[in-house]
């Protein structure tokens, strides 16, 4: 299991909220640099995505209830409270992040988001809780994969819908490239700004080690949703996999 301090003591887990405790500070400016800002329409079109989903399920946005799990410093929950659902939750293992997230809450006006500390792993919600759980950028980091999917499924309502964005493994030149900027690039970028460079260590090896395309639709189905489909995104950098219950 691929862990962000590989010589030192601890499960995957205490590493993880340790690693994103120490880089918060700088997460978001990193975040937008390191992806050129594509990140902010990747997590945009997971919105529109789910807008589209709650049409077709004939539920008013402002009935919707969501979960964002692994919310961290709460970009995806933010770019969802623009079409104002009734409720906006988000969970995140790791108290520095959370604290960003409720500061920029503060900024935004947008105080009717709840950060909430929890473990994805463990959600502290009742079962048939809400409409959408999304999640960008975070199954990567559980230490159960299965366990968060099916923790995600349970809180879920019937007729509900998963929203998981991740990194996937681009194919091709795209590939290549991919390779080249992951492995070499990208570390030597986090050398010279990351507050841990080791995170961004982590990035790529986490993202080489992790299920995508079809596996991670296997996983998905497995754990209990009735339809699972992904699309790729910027040539499969990154996928967007939706299920529902
Ligand atoms: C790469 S950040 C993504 C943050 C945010 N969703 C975004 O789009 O920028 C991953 C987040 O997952 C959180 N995380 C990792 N494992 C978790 C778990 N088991 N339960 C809850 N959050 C977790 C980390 O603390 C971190 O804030």
């Given at each position: 299991m691929i862990k962000p301090y590989t010589d030192q003591p601890g499960s995957r887990k205490e590493q993880v909220r340790q690693m994103f405790n120490t880089i918060a500070g700088k997460y978001d400016f990193l975040n937008h640099f390191l992806s050129l800002n594509t990140d902010v329409r990747w997590r945009r079109k997971v919105s529109r995505i789910l807008r589209k989903l709650a049409r077709e399920s004939q539920i008013p946005l402002n009935q919707l209830e969501i979960l964002d799990v692994a919310?961290?410093?709460g970009d995806m929950a933010f770019e969802m409270a623009k079409f104002e659902p009734a409720s906006i939750t988000g969970v995140d293992i790791a108290e520095e992040m959370l604290a960003i997230a409720r500061k920029k809450a503060e900024q935004k006006g947008l105080l009717s988001i709840t950060f909430l500390s929890g473990d994805s792993e463990e959600l502290d919600f009742p079962e048939q809780k809400f409409d959408f759980v999304t999640v960008a950028f975070g199954v990567?980091?559980?230490?159960?994969l299965e366990k968060g999917i099916s923790e995600m499924h349970r809180v879920l309502k019937p007729g509900g819908h998963l929203l998981i964005l991740e990194f996937s493994q681009p194919s091709g030149i795209m590939g290549s490239l991919y390779n080249v900027y992951s492995k070499r690039i990208l570390p030597l970028l986090a050398r010279m700004f990351?507050?841990?460079?080791r995170a961004y260590q982590y990035l790529p090896d986490s993202i080489f080690a992790f299920p995508h395309g079809e596996k991670m639709k296997k996983l998905l189905l497995e754990a209990g949703f009735s339809k699972s489909y992904y699309r790729k995104m910027s040539g499969g950098i990154v996928s967007l996999y939706v299920s529902g219950k």
């Amino acid at each position: 299991m691929i862990k962000p301090y590989t010589d030192q003591p601890g499960s995957r887990k205490e590493q993880v909220r340790q690693m994103f405790n120490t880089i918060a500070g700088k997460y978001d400016f990193l975040n937008h640099f390191l992806s050129l800002n594509t990140d902010v329409r990747w997590r945009r079109k997971v919105s529109r995505i789910l807008r589209k989903l709650a049409r077709e399920s004939q539920i008013p946005l402002n009935q919707l209830e969501i979960l964002d799990v692994a919310t961290g410093t709460g970009d995806m929950a933010f770019e969802m409270a623009k079409f104002e659902p009734a409720s906006i939750t988000g969970v995140d293992i790791a108290e520095e992040m959370l604290a960003i997230a409720r500061k920029k809450a503060e900024q935004k006006g947008l105080l009717s988001i709840t950060f909430l500390s929890g473990d994805s792993e463990e959600l502290d919600f009742p079962e048939q809780k809400f409409d959408f759980v999304t999640v960008a950028f975070g199954v990567r980091n559980y230490e159960d994969l299965e366990k968060g999917i099916s923790e995600m499924h349970r809180v879920l309502k019937p007729g509900g819908h998963l929203l998981i964005l991740e990194f996937s493994q681009p194919s091709g030149i795209m590939g290549s490239l991919y390779n080249v900027y992951s492995k070499r690039i990208l570390p030597l970028l986090a050398r010279m700004f990351a507050a841990d460079p080791r995170a961004y260590q982590y990035l790529p090896d986490s993202i080489f080690a992790f299920p995508h395309g079809e596996k991670m639709k296997k996983l998905l189905l497995e754990a209990g949703f009735s339809k699972s489909y992904y699309r790729k995104m910027s040539g499969g950098i990154v996928s967007l996999y939706v299920s529902g219950k």
